[in-house]
């Protein structure tokens, strides 16, 4: 019998798939793009400033051994370090917090004169404490005693209520004051908020087991022992935020948008589809192609920027202190590398041309930045004309105030990213709402997953 009489016969044997396939499209996706000169020299200055910022953490563990020296040029470096550690939020708030104790003990000198009859004077009463000066800061750093953190630690939701207020306000009036005095560290201005200062409480309390020398006194020593880490997180969210982060955006905008929207112009779906692979397969090879990029842009370095700083720090105890670092690194890389990548992808599976994906993929983020800025503006403008007779001075505090807030920052994909990494790495210093950063990632993610899936398999939909 002729092979052309036997017709169509059911086939009895299961279709075999391999789960590799999408490592064939990564690796020939990757061999593509390298072909661009110009991404080799972006990659080349992308890691630059892993030597600048190794050199920073150098010099703050270097500065960290010779904190209590009084010679120069070794005591150069405790200006610097008093400088960071007097931006924490947490330790300037407890700074102001502490001043309640000193005051209360104030207070119950001045009246403990009058109960035994003696006459207030500068000879024999109790004075108002003044609070550290930041000459005073940068001279020689900051310290607490035991029995103010005590204080600060037993204080009452209600008492950190009227603290938090009492704070905010404080804090303002000394940013007010900075435009006038340039003498010292910088005032610190971050967004205040009631967890903050229970942040602060928290603080207190771990710093009461720091006092190694039991002098009833928290050095400067001791509390840049208990702020290492902090410090070297200081740094690597820096790298994440400044180089790197810009230059994520340029690499993804040269690499992200011909991925899909060239097999879609040339129909390289009738190639892809005649192997057993699956919509997945092909999506999770195409984001590969980009998360290999990325990954060499940032998580690579930060590991050899964290590898580096071990190296040159003068004490070897600092991995242990550090140790959770590369966890945080990782998934700092993750927030960072999977939103962007697939919201790139969505913008090549819906168009033909790789220029117009492009386009859109910058316009994004140059247009998300500028309509936060419009919009906080505009709130700000509004709260200017709800007040009357407010002097010029207050009125640059109301944009300070209204950007602090950040109610529009959800509108900047690169304040959304950022803030979701400040929480990553402990650093605290949001611009607007955490949970509204991660819903909207969250929403975004999901959203573009399924435009992937539909675009992806309308080639071999019936």
Same mark, same amino acid.
Do not use: H
């Given at each position: 019998?002729?092979?052309?009489?036997?017709?169509?016969?059911?086939?009895?044997?299961?279709?075999?798939?391999?789960?590799?396939?999408?490592?064939?499209?990564?690796?020939?996706?990757?061999?593509?793009?390298?072909?661009?000169?110009?991404?080799?020299?972006?990659?080349?200055?992308?890691?630059?400033?892993?030597?600048?910022?190794?050199?920073?953490?150098?010099?703050?563990?270097?500065?960290?051994?010779?904190?209590?020296?009084?010679?120069?040029?070794?005591?150069?470096?405790?200006?610097?370090?008093?400088?960071?550690?007097?931006?924490?939020?947490?330790?300037?708030?407890?700074?102001m917090m502490t001043q309640f104790s000193k005051q209360a003990d104030a207070l119950t000198g001045?009246?403990?004169?009058?109960?035994?009859?003696?006459?207030?004077?500068?000879?024999?009463?109790?004075?108002?404490?003044?609070?550290?000066?930041?000459?005073?800061?940068?001279?020689?750093?900051?310290?607490?005693?035991?029995?103010? $953190?005590?204080?600060? @630690?037993?204080?009452?939701?209600?008492? /950190?209520?009227? +603290?938090?207020?009492? !704070?905010?306000?404080?804090? *303002?009036?000394?940013?007010?004051?900075?435009?006038?005095?340039?003498?010292?560290?910088?005032?610190?201005?971050?967004?205040?908020?009631?967890?903050?200062?229970?942040?602060?409480?928290?603080?207190?309390?771990?710093?009461?087991?720091?006092?190694?020398?039991?002098?009833?006194?928290?050095?400067?020593?001791?509390?840049?022992?208990?702020?290492?880490?902090? $410090?070297?997180?200081? @740094?690597?969210?820096?790298?994440?935020? /400044?180089?790197? +982060?810009?230059?994520? !955006?340029?690499?993804?905008? *040269?690499?992200?948008?011909?991925?899909?929207?060239?097999?879609?112009?040339?129909?390289?779906?009738?190639?892809?589809?005649?192997?057993?692979?699956?919509?997945?397969?092909?999506?999770?090879?195409?984001?590969?192609?980009?998360?290999?990029?990325?990954?060499?842009?940032?998580?690579?370095?930060?590991?050899?920027?964290?590898?580096?700083?071990?190296?040159?720090?003068?004490?070897?105890?600092?991995?242990?202190?550090?140790?959770?670092?590369?966890?945080?690194?990782?998934?700092?890389?993750?927030?960072?590398?999977?939103?962007?990548?697939?919201?790139?992808?969505?913008?090549?599976?819906?168009?033909?041309?790789?220029?117009?994906?492009?386009?859109?993929?910058?316009?994004?983020?140059?247009?998300?930045?500028?309509?936060?800025?419009?919009?906080?503006?505009?709130?700000?403008?509004?709260?200017?004309?709800?007040?009357?007779?407010?002097?010029?001075?207050?009125?640059?505090?109301?944009?300070?105030?209204?950007?602090?807030?950040?109610?529009?920052?959800?509108?900047?994909?690169?304040?959304?990213?950022?803030?979701?990494?400040?929480?990553?790495?402990?650093?605290?210093?949001?611009?607007?709402?955490?949970?509204?950063?991660?819903?909207?990632?969250?929403?975004?993610?999901?959203?573009?997953?399924?435009?992937?899936?539909?675009?992806?398999?309308?080639?071999?939909?019936?």
């Amino acid at each position: 019998m002729a092979i052309n009489d036997l017709g169509y016969r059911e086939w009895d044997l299961a279709p075999t798939r391999n789960r590799q396939q999408w490592r064939t499209i990564a690796g020939f996706g990757i061999r593509v793009a390298w072909r661009s000169t110009w991404l080799k020299r972006i990659f080349i200055m992308a890691w630059i400033p892993i030597f600048i910022m190794g050199a920073g953490l150098f010099v703050i563990e270097q500065s960290i051994q010779d904190i209590d020296s009084d010679e120069f040029p070794q005591n150069v470096g405790r200006f610097f370090v008093a400088a960071i550690v007097y931006q924490r939020p947490e330790i300037s708030n407890l700074t102001m917090m502490t001043q309640f104790s000193k005051q209360a003990d104030a207070l119950t000198g001045f009246l403990a004169n009058l109960i035994n009859g003696n006459e207030p004077s500068n000879n024999n009463g109790v004075q108002k404490p003044r609070p550290t000066s930041r000459r005073q800061i940068m001279r020689g750093g900051i310290d607490f005693s035991i029995k103010d $953190l005590q204080f600060v @630690v037993d204080m009452s939701d209600t008492q /950190l209520q009227l +603290a938090y207020e009492f !704070i905010n306000n404080n804090m *303002m009036e000394q940013f007010r004051n900075s435009f006038q005095s340039r003498r010292g560290p910088p005032t610190p201005l971050y967004k205040q908020s009631f967890s903050s200062i229970k942040k602060s409480q928290a603080v207190a309390a771990d710093l009461l087991a720091f006092d190694k020398d039991g002098n009833e006194i928290i050095d400067f020593r001791e509390l840049v022992d208990y702020l290492r880490p902090t $410090l070297w997180s200081e @740094v690597l969210f820096l790298f994440f935020r /400044l180089p790197q +982060a810009f230059t994520v !955006i340029i690499v993804i905008g *040269m690499v992200a948008p011909k991925l899909i929207s060239r097999d879609v112009k040339n129909r390289a779906f009738l190639l892809y589809y005649s192997r057993p692979i699956t919509p997945w397969q092909y999506v999770l090879g195409k984001c590969a192609v980009v998360w290999a990029f990325l990954v060499g842009l940032t998580t690579l370095p930060a590991f050899m920027l964290y590898l580096l700083g071990l190296s040159l720090s003068p004490d070897s105890s600092v991995f242990f202190i550090t140790w959770d670092l590369p966890f945080k690194i990782l998934l700092a890389s993750v927030i960072l590398c999977v939103p962007t990548t697939l919201f790139a992808l969505t913008l090549s599976s819906l168009t033909r041309e790789s220029r117009l994906a492009s386009f859109g993929w910058f316009a994004v983020w140059i247009m998300g930045s500028i309509a936060y800025t419009i919009m906080t503006a505009v709130e700000a403008i509004i709260r200017l004309q709800e007040q009357q007779n407010i002097i010029p001075s207050e009125q640059a505090m109301v944009f300070v105030e209204t950007g602090l807030a950040g109610r529009w920052a959800w509108l900047s994909p690169m304040q959304t990213l950022e803030n979701m990494q400040s929480w990553v790495f402990g650093i605290e210093k949001q611009i607007g709402s955490l949970n509204v950063s991660f819903l909207m990632v969250g929403l975004i993610c999901l959203a573009c997953l399924i435009i992937l899936r539909r675009r992806v398999d309308a080639p071999i939909r019936v």
